[in-house]
């Protein structure tokens, strides 16, 4: 929780997690503490005894409260990233739409562009058929002028 505090460069929060961890982390240090020296049993590690003055009473309520602010906060947390995925699976359905969208498009232009090509190839042929009906005119019409001056050399000729 610290370094991401100080990655954010809050001061603030860096000084709020020091203090959370001092909070939260002294009371184990003590009892890791007393059982490495070997005060205590094993089974007694990390109990209290009801208190009769009150001060380790509060200590009890203050964990409990740390305890507590944790949780709420864990619970904020959770909430916001809840928040943050509904978001994002709100986005992630909207850009489906929209791929699909895209797709039905690309689809409708290639067929498009088929029927197209299926046009152009017709024209092609028509254009080549009508070429070669045109050359076929021409070449008749040579030989006939060809003929026809054939005829008109002859009749001058004879």
């Known amino acids: 929780m610290q ?4 990655v954010e460069g809050d001061a603030f929060k860096v000084e709020e997690a020091k203090r959370k961890l001092d909070r939260d982390i ?3 240090q003590q009892e890791v503490r007393r059982g490495l020296q070997g ?5 007694n590690l990390f109990y209290q005894s009801p ?19 944790l949780l709420r906060e864990s619970q904020a947390i959770m909430a916001e990233t809840e928040q943050i995925g509904m978001s994002t699976l709100t986005q992630m359905g909207q850009q ?11 689809e409708a232009t290639y067929n498009m562009t088929l029927e197209a090509r299926m046009i152009m190839r017709k024209i092609q042929t028509k254009v080549l ?10 070449i008749f019409l040579a030989f006939a002028n060809c003929f026809v001056i054939y005829l008109i050399w002859k009749k001058h000729h004879k």
Not at 3 to 6: H, M, R, S, Y
Not at 96 to 106: C, F, G, K, L
Request: glycine fraction near 6%; charged fraction near 25%.
């Open 3 to 6: 370094g991401l505090a100080e």
């Open 26 to 28: 002294a009371p184990l």
């Open 39 to 43: 005060d205590v049993e094993q089974s």
């Open 51 to 69: 208190a009769t003055d009150g001060g380790t009473s509060l200590a009890t309520e203050s964990l409990i409260q740390s305890s507590d602010d």
């Open 96 to 106: 489906r739409e929209q791929m699909q969208i895209a797709s039905d498009n690309m």
């Open 129 to 138: 058929k009508n070429k070669l009906f045109l050359y076929a005119v021409i």
